[in-house]
């Protein structure tokens, strides 16, 4: 089967930095889009940023210019680096992922991760 794994989050200062990891593992054939989306409490979750096989990107207009999403495809990994970090930027980070896999042949999913916290607070 696939796994995704996040990694990274914790409790920042406003004005501070983080860097979220994502791996995603098993018989994974190719990984198409993937992306990062949050959940604050009480909203609804939201697309943070993706990012095509090839490299395009887009992003939510609340972190243009502060965010960057990146990926390694020869290790199944897409990260998200996160500066000038506001309070409300306070949510679960999840990751998702368009994934091809072998399961005896081969299927698609869109996958998400566990989720990782990040917290923005002095």
């Known amino acids: 089967q696939v796994q995704l794994v996040e990694s990274g989050g914790g409790l920042v200062q406003p004005g501070g930095s983080l860097r979220l990891s994502c791996a995603a593992s098993?018989?994974?054939?190719?990984?198409?889009?993937m992306g990062w989306y949050r959940q604050a409490p009480g909203k609804q979750r939201e697309l943070v940023a993706g990012i095509s096989r090839g490299g395009s990107t887009n992003y939510a207009d609340s972190v243009k210019g502060r965010f960057t999403i990146s990926r390694d495809n020869a290790k199944n990994m897409v990260y998200l680096h996160m500066n000038s970090l506001k309070p409300e930027a306070t949510a679960v980070y999840s990751c998702?992922?368009?994934?091809?896999?072998?399961?005896?042949?081969?299927?698609?999913?869109?996958?998400w991760g566990q989720g990782t916290q990040v917290t923005i607070s002095s």
């Open positions: 998702n992922a368009d994934i091809t896999y072998y399961t005896g042949s081969l299927r698609k999913i869109n996958y």
């Open positions: 098993g018989s994974i054939a190719s990984i198409n889009g």
